[in-house]
C-alpha cells in the first residue's frame, strides 16, 4: 500500500476496529500504543501521531518529551495476536520541531544507510538474510537481590528430565548436550508449534525457507528469505514477534537471549549479505570461491571492524558466553569457503545470483536495524579503502596449533572490550550521517553504565563455588 486511501480501503475490507501503531526503541524492543479505528484518517495518516518520547528508554528527556510516530504505508498488514480485527502499520520517528527523522531511531538509521549505499555508486541494494535462532522452554525462573540470585530453565526435551517424574510416566525422550540437529519425532516434541510459526509467518507474507530443531536442547530455528536491508529487520521484528506470541499460546516461553543455557549452543543469527546494481549481483567473480574482487573487499571491511561492530552485532553482556570456544560459534577473524569454524563463510551456491557472504558471528539479541546499517557501513569502507582480507582459512580453525591460532585475529571476549573497539573505531559508521556521534555516544555509555557495570557490580553463583571457602 502506497496511499492513505489504500490503507482505509484495506482496513474497511478486514473489518478493522482499532490501528496498531509499532515502533523500535533505541535497544531494539518493539514498542507500540493503539487507537480507534475511528480514528484512522488520511490526516492523521499522513501527518503521523504524537507520543511521549521521554517514557521510551534512551529517548527524550521530559524537558523535550514530544515526539511523532508517522506510519510507514507500505507496512500495513493485520496483527494476527488481537482478539479484535487490528490493524498494524510500522512507524518512524519524527522530531516534530524539525520534521526530520530522529537520530536514535533505529529505523532511521537503517534507511540513511540504504541511502548512503545508493549515494557511493557502489551498488544500489544490500540484501540481508538472517538466521535467529531461539529457545523454548516451559518455564523460566529467575531473581536476584541482596539475599541472592538464581536463574532456572526447563523443557521437557532437555537431559536433567531423564530422572524427572512426568504425568503418565517419563517416555526418555531427550536430547543429549549437543544432540539436537536433528533427530526426528518423538525427540522433536515441539515440531507442531514451529509449524504453526511458519503457518503464521506465511500469513503475513513472509517467506519462509526451513524450520528445523537446533543443536542445544529445546533450540531452535525458522529462517525466513531474504529482502532489502530495512525489509528484513521489518520482517525480523515481525518473526520475532510471532514466534514469541505463538509459544506463548502454546503455554511456552521463547527467548532469543544468545545464551541461556550453560554448557551447550547459543542463538545465534548468522546474518548472509550482498550487494547488486542495476539488478545485477555484485558479489559473483572469478575470484576465491567465485566471489568479485569487491566482495572480497566487502569481507575485507566486515573483519578489519568485527570488534567495533560487535558492540551492535552482539551488544549484551550474555552475547559473550556464546563467544567462547567449543560451540560453533565464530571467534577467530577469518574467511573461508564452506568452512563454518570461519568468521565469515561463503556458502556454496548454484547460481551466481546466489552469490553471497555469511557473517557468522551476529546474535539473536540485536537490534538488527542498528546492527545490519553497521554492518552495510563496513563493508562499504572496505570496497572505498580496498582492504584486504588476506588469505582464506580453509581448515577446520579450532584444530590448529596455538602458534597459528594466536596469528589470526580474535573477536572481542566481553561487551567492555567491544564497547572500547567502537570507542576507538568508529568513523565508518558516520560517513553520509548514517550514524551521529550522539548514537554512538549514548549507546557507549548505555551499555557501560546499565549492563556492563550492572553484571560486573553482582556476585555470580559460580563464585561461590571458586571462592566461597577462600
Known amino acids: 500500500m502506497k496511499s492513505a486511501k489504500e490503507v482505509i480501503d484495506f482496513a474497511k475490507k478486514n473489518n478493522a476496529v482499532m490501528v496498531d501503531l509499532k515502533f523500535i526503541d533505541f535497544l531494539g524492543t518493539w514498542q507500540h500504543f493503539a487507537v480507534s479505528i475511528s480514528d484512522l484518517s488520511e490526516e492523521m495518516l499522513e501527518e503521523g501521531r504524537m507520543f511521549d518520547g521521554s517514557s521510551i528508554r534512551c529517548w527524550q528527556t521530559i524537558d523535550s518529551s514530544d515526539m511523532k510516530v508517522m506510519p510507514d504505508l507500505s507496512t500495513t498488514t493485520m496483527d494476527p495476536f488481537y482478539a479484535h480485527p487490528t490493524l498494524s502499520i510500522i512507524c518512524d520517528i519524527i522530531d516534530p520541531i524539525t520534521g526530520e527523522g ?51 530453565i526447563d523443557s521437557p526435551e532437555c537431559p536433567w ?21 536433528f533427530p526426528t519425532a518423538p525427540f522433536d516434541q515441539d515440531r ?35 529482502d532489502t536491508l530495512l525489509k528484513t529487520a521489518d520482517n525480523l521484528q515481525w518473526f520475532k514477534y510471532v514466534i514469541r506470541n505463538v509459544a506463548r499460546d502454546n503455554g511456552k516461553a521463547a527467548t532469543f537471549m544468545p545464551k541461556p543455557m550453560f554448557n551447550d549452543n547459543g542463538n545465534g543469527m548468522h546474518t548472509h549479505q550482498s550487494l547488486w546494481k542495476n539488478g545485477q549481483p555484485l558479489f559473483a567473480g572469478d575470484q576465491y570461491a567465485g566471489l568479485s574482487q569487491d566482495a572480497l573487499y566487502y569481507i575485507g571491511g566486515i573483519l578489519n571492524h568485527a570488534p ?132 554512538i555516544e549514548y549507546w557507549l555509555d548505555y551499555k557501560m553504565e546499565e549492563e556492563v557495570k550492572a553484571i560486573d557490580s553482582r556476585p555470580h553463583p559460580h563464585e561461590f563455588n571458586l571462592y566461597f571457602n577462600y
Open 102 to 152: 530522529y537520530t536514535r531511531d533505529p529505523r532511521n538509521i537503517a534507511s540513511k544507510a540504504e541511502k548512503y549505499l545508493i549515494s557511493t555508486g557502489i551498488a544500489d541494494t544490500a540484501f540481508f538474510g538472517p538466521e535467529a535462532e531461539f529457545f523454548m522452554f516451559d518455564d523460566v525462573r529467575y531473581a536476584q537481590d541482596a539475599e541472592g540470585g538464581f536463574y532456572a
Open 161 to 181: 528430565n531423564t530422572g524427572t517424574d512426568e504425568p503418565g510416566g517419563n517416555k526418555a525422550y531427550k536430547y543429549g548436550h549437543k544432540l539436537g540437529y
Open 192 to 226: 507442531d508449534i514451529r509449524a504453526e510459526m511458519v503457518l503464521k509467518l506465511e500469513e503475513m507474507g513472509i517467506t519462509v525457507e526451513a524450520q528445523h530443531h537446533e543443536v542445544a536442547p529445546a533450540q531452535h530455528e525458522i529462517d525466513i528469505k531474504f
Open 308 to 439: 567495533a561492530l560487535a558492540a551492535f552485532t552482539n551488544p549484551l553482556t550474555n552475547s559473550y558466553k556464546r563467544l567462547v570456544p567449543g560451540f560453533e560459534a565464530p571467534i577467530n577473524l577469518a574467511y573461508s569457503n564452506r568452512n563454518r569454524s570461519a568468521t565469515v563463510r561463503i556458502p556454496v551456491v548454484d547460481s551466481p545470483k546466489a552469490r553471497r557472504l555469511e557473517y557468522r558471528c551476529p546474535d539473536s539479541g540485536a537490534n538488527v536495524y542498528i546492527a545490519f546499517a553497521a554492518m552495510l557501513m563496513a563493508g562499504l569502507d572496505g570496497i572505498q579503502n580496498k582492504i584486504d582480507p588476506g588469505d582464506p582459512m580453509d581448515v577446520n580453525i579450532y584444530d590448529l596449533p596455538p602458534e597459528k591460532l594466536n596469528k589470526i585475529g580474535k573477536m572481542p571476549s566481553s561487551l567492555r572490550e567491544s564497547l572500547d573497539a567502537l570507542e576507538s573505531d568508529n568513523e565508518f559508521l558516520l560517513k553520509g550521517n548514517v550514524f551521529t556521534k550522539d548514537v
